[in-house]
């Protein structure tokens, strides 16, 4: 007899709910849904968390004015969070268990808190309604998601776009075979700048339309401002990047590049 496809989803979620037990992505206590991704005290502590400003352009995070720059290009960056790797935090433990393990609650709930921001500093920068944008993500090399099994990037940008009703589109091609965390700044910018390119028929796709870039953390800005330069190479004007969280290194942009 030919099982129904419906009642095999049906008992392999069964099998996983009694053997794999919901734990917070930030202190691994045991919570009581897998739908969450944080424990009631961490959720307390992230909220405290959320109120901290930007060192750089001491604003409050979501509504900082910090911007990208690779090799002279400069776009827009919206981030959620702050990111000190000196500082025990919940965002922190957030974006460092997710790089090397899949916490689908983890994501929709990054995913969530990355699209509340950009609904809300998007429309600073451009009249283009949020369902007509266009989402892209800084892809993982391939080394990368054979090791880790994932790509944090595009788990994040997929649930953006489903929350926001609008296109993603796959835009870029990584071939590098470094891990950009093990690398010195300057490493990093000339890995990036050698490692990704434009997959074929992006332009077109794109038209006249505004392209949100994602990633899940900005440090040097080396990989998401090289994505952002091929952007920018290819005659594609209307950019912005959104990420998680962001290091306090980035160089503060005028008020009126948000105009």
Same mark, same amino acid.
């Given at each position: ?27 691994? &206590? ?11 005290e961490c959720k307390h502590t992230y909220q ?12 409050? $995070? ?77 892809p993982r090399s391939e080394k990368a998601k ?29 071939? &590098? ?32 339309? $505004? ?28 950019? &912005? ?11 503060s942009a005028t008020d009126d590049f948000f105009?």
């Amino acid at each position: 007899m030919k099982i129904p496809e419906k009642l095999k989803a049906w008992f392999y979620e069964y099998i996983l709910a009694l053997f794999i037990v919901p734990k917070c992505v930030s202190c691994f &206590s045991v919570i009581e849904s897998d739908k969450e991704a944080l424990c009631e005290e961490c959720k307390h502590t992230y909220q405290l968390e959320s109120k901290l400003e930007c060192s750089v352009c001491r604003r409050p $995070h979501a509504y900082c004015t910090c911007r990208v720059e690779f090799e002279g290009a400069y776009i827009p960056l919206f981030h959620v969070t702050g990111y000190d790797i000196k500082r025990n935090a919940i965002s922190k433990n957030i974006v460092l268990h997710i790089k090397d393990n899949n916490y689908p609650a983890a994501f929709d709930f990054m995913a969530g808190e990355m699209t509340e921001i950009l609904k809300l500093r998007l429309p600073l920068i451009t009249a283009a309604p949020l369902d007509q944008i266009i989402l892209t993500w800084v892809p993982r090399s391939e080394k990368a998601k054979r090791r880790a099994g994932h790509d944090q990037s595009y788990e994040m940008a997929e649930r953006i776009a489903a929350l926001l009703g609008c296109r993603l589109l796959p835009m870029f091609e990584n071939s &590098s075979v470094s891990f950009q965390k093990t690398l010195s700044k300057d490493k990093r910018r000339e890995n990036a700048k050698n490692s990704y390119s434009l997959k074929e028929g992006v332009v077109d796709a794109v038209g006249h339309r $505004h392209v949100v870039l994602v990633d899940d953390i900005v440090t040097t800005g080396a990989s998401i401002g090289a994505c952002a330069k091929l952007l920018r190479d290819s005659g594609i004007k209307h950019l &912005s990047a959104l990420v998680y969280a962001k290091t306090d290194s980035q160089k503060s942009a005028t008020d009126d590049f948000f105009v």
